[in-house]
Every structure is written in structure tokens, then in C-alpha cells.
């Protein structure tokens, strides 16, 4: 069955610059997406079709996608983007929504 | 402004039957699809299934299709998500989601989740 892989966690110290891949072999055929999820809140979009950001989301945060990988990018890390990160697409069909397992974004 | 207000926390016994409620506003109700995910405590999220209010075809993810039913009413523009025999592996935060982008698709605008303990 189609999976989504992402790291389990990701540190960094403010003002540096996050990486968060997410790698699926369906991924090169669908788009990506990302959401933050802050304990007890739901998720929020952050990325979709790959690279787009919604209106209010900061422009730190970027997508990117190249084969079978996703990557999320945060540059200039803040305090406030600590959070649990999702990846999401779809199977090759387009039928089936996947996530990915979920990176905690932790800020030093 | 786009809104999706759920019902609120439900404490449930083992065998019996759920019905959460995902109110929505603020854009017109039958020409997106929704969706529900969960989220089991401290784990990830699963999508569960989707549903186009407009004519009712509704998508569900392998892992929960025969488990779940989700519906809608359009007379009040609320999407609804059932089960019924509920276990204690059923505990999780329940959220709706609008869906946009067609095939595939994302979420993006989300209910404030509703928490569905299933205790003894």
C-alpha cells in the first residue's frame, strides 16, 4: 500500500533553517502538502500543491518537491513555529488521501 | 469567513453508537467536498473518508469503509460522521475538513476537532 515516510523529529535553533522531507513512491504523480499542528489545535495548511502558500502564512515557510520527495523549509525558525508538521498526498489514483506520520518541529 | 463548528466532547461505553456534527458557513455548502480525519491520542492523522454534499458520493479510506458512515444534510449545511458498536480503540480527537483540488485534494479549512473518549 502507498505510504507517506517523514522523520519523526527535527531541531533546530532559532534562526536557522528547518528541513522537513516526507518521501512516498506515489509522490512524483500527486502534489504535496504540509499543515502544523499545534498541541490541542487542529491542523493548519501551510503548503499546497507543493510550493503554494495560503494567504496569512508566513513567507518563511516554502515547499519544494523532486521525485519521490517532498521537502517543508521554514528559514529564520521562530519560537512560535515549534509544532507537530504533516505531510499529505495522495495514491496514484488520486482516490486515497495519505498523511505521513508527522514531524516534531522542535526550536532549541 | 469560512467556518466548520463541531459538536462537542462525547463520552461513550463500549457497543454503543456515535454521531458527530460538522456545522458549516460561510461558503456554499454543496460545491466543495468535506472530509473527517482522525487522530488517535498522541499518533498521527488518517484520513477517513470524504463527501460531496451536492449529490452525496461519498469516498472512504480502505481502513475505515464499513466502519464509518458519513452523510449530510443539506437543509442545514452539516456533514455528519457515524458509528456505531464503538470500541475503546475508537477513543480520538475526530476532525472535518473542507477538501479542494479535485483528485487527491487537500484540506483546507478545518472544525475545531470534537474528542470521543469510549470508556467502561
Known amino acids: 500500500s502507498s505510504e507517506l515516510t517523514q522523520p519523526p523529529s527535527v531541531s533546530v535553533s532559532p534562526g536557522q533553517t528547518a528541513r522537513i522531507t516526507c518521501s512516498g513512491d506515489t509522490l512524483p504523480n500527486q502534489y504535496g502538502y504540509w499543515y502544523q499542528q499545534r498541541p490541542g489545535q487542529a491542523p493548519v495548511l501551510v503548503i499546497y500543491?507543493?510550493?503554494e502558500r495560503p494567504s496569512g502564512v508566513p513567507e518563511r515557510f516554502s515547499g519544494s518537491s523532486s521525485g519521490t520527495i517532498f521537502t517543508l523549509t521554514i528559514s529564520g525558525v521562530q519560537a512560535d513555529d515549534e509544532a507537530n508538521y504533516y505531510c499529505q498526498s495522495a495514491d496514484s489514483s488520486g482516490s486515497s488521501l495519505l498523511f505521513g506520520g508527522g514531524t516534531k518541529l522542535t526550536v532549541l | 469567513e469560512v467556518q466548520l463548528v463541531q459538536s462537542g466532547a462525547e463520552v461513550k461505553k463500549p457497543g454503543e453508537s456515535l454521531n458527530i456534527s460538522c456545522k458549516v458557513s460561510g461558503y456554499s455548502f454543496t460545491s466543495y467536498w468535506i472530509g473527517w480525519v482522525r487522530q488517535m491520542p498522541g499518533k498521527g492523522l488518517e484520513w477517513m473518508g470524504i463527501i460531496y454534499p451536492g449529490d452525496s458520493d461519498t469516498r472512504y479510506s480502505p481502513s475505515f469503509q464499513g466502519q464509518v458512515t458519513i452523510s449530510t444534510d443539506k437543509s442545514n449545511t452539516t456533514a455528519y460522521l457515524q458509528r456505531s458498536s464503538l470500541k475503546a480503540s475508537d477513543t480520538a480527537m475526530y476532525f472535518c475538513?473542507?477538501?479542494?483540488?479535485?483528485?487527491?485534494?487537500?484540506?483546507?479549512?478545518w472544525g475545531q476537532g470534537t474528542l470521543v473518549t469510549v470508556s467502561s
Open positions: 500543491k507543493d510550493k
Open positions: 475538513a473542507r477538501h479542494r483540488g479535485g483528485s487527491g485534494g487537500y484540506f483546507d479549512y
